[in-house]
């Protein structure tokens, strides 16, 4: 991206950027074509789906590098990319900031949880101290190779300090440099609007929308009035398909054929629209016999 197109530039100017969550190419194929601004690429999805697992800390950094550097390929919109607690101490964060980097991000979340970490919207949550966490976000700063690709800093003291404590952390990390606060899991829209006016608007504040969690829906509308830059719908698409795998499997295994769920299906050749299987073929004929110079 120019730097007039940039995800920074985009976030300062408005309106508020919908970032729908993904795990692989095929999810971010979609939510690109669908005409979202940014895409943001789920540790939790990643877990639900490459691992059969909940979001308690079980994914690798180098299994998120490979899922972004594949998600790259296919799209170039914007990427913020979850990266949990950033795989260990400092270094490991100098080291996920470059790798990651280089696959193609344009964002990195990094959280405050100690390790083993938790989905945000999961009890039993614990904190490192907060001045590691700032340790973390300069080391992060001082590692990655552009200025465009930006650090958000995640506190998740709401459910284990408190919603003050969590302010004075968001605080903090402001002040080591962060590019974007967020602040997981308020309880009401009553705090959503609290943490806009404690944090102000110097740096541009993230919002998640988790369906069933802790914090109340609102709609991307109603979080732009509030005063927030970002939201994101991290397990949106995998509790989506769940519900419609449940469906479709118990179908099958009821008639032992997939006509009854046939309207709620892609055929064949939608499918390979969908995904671009012309446009391949077309490309590849370009070069049969040696191609064109």
Known sequence: MTEPDSLRSRLARGPIVVAPGVYDAFTALVGAQAGFPALYVSGAAIAYTKLGRPDIGLVSMSEVAEAVTLIRDRV?????????TGYGNALNVRRTMRTFERAGVNAIQLEDQDFPKRCG????????????????????????QSDETLVIARTDAVAVEGFD????????YREAGADMLFVE??????????MVKALGRSV???????????????SADELEEIGFAL?????????????????????LA????TEPFRNQMLDFDGLNGLIGTPEMIALGKQYEGG???
């Open 204 to 218: 541009p504040l993230m919002a998640n929308m988790v369906e069933g969690g802790k914090t109340p829906v609102l």
């Open 165 to 172: 404590r969590a302010i004075e952390r968001a605080t903090l």
């Open 185 to 194: 899991a308020p309880r009401t829209r009553e705090e959503l609007a609290r």
């Open 121 to 144: 919207h999961l009890d039993d949550k614990a904190l490192i101290p907060a001045a590691e966490m700032v340790g973390k976000i300069r080391a992060a700063l001082d590692a990655r």
């Open 291 to 293: 191609g064109r110079r």
């Open 231 to 251: 939201v994101i719908f991290p397990g949106g698409i995998v509790r989506a398909l769940a519900r419609t795998a449940v469906d479709y499997y118990g179908s």
């Open 76 to 84: 170039h919109i914007p990427l913020i990319v979850d990266a949990d």
């Open 254 to 257: 009821k008639n032992g054929t």
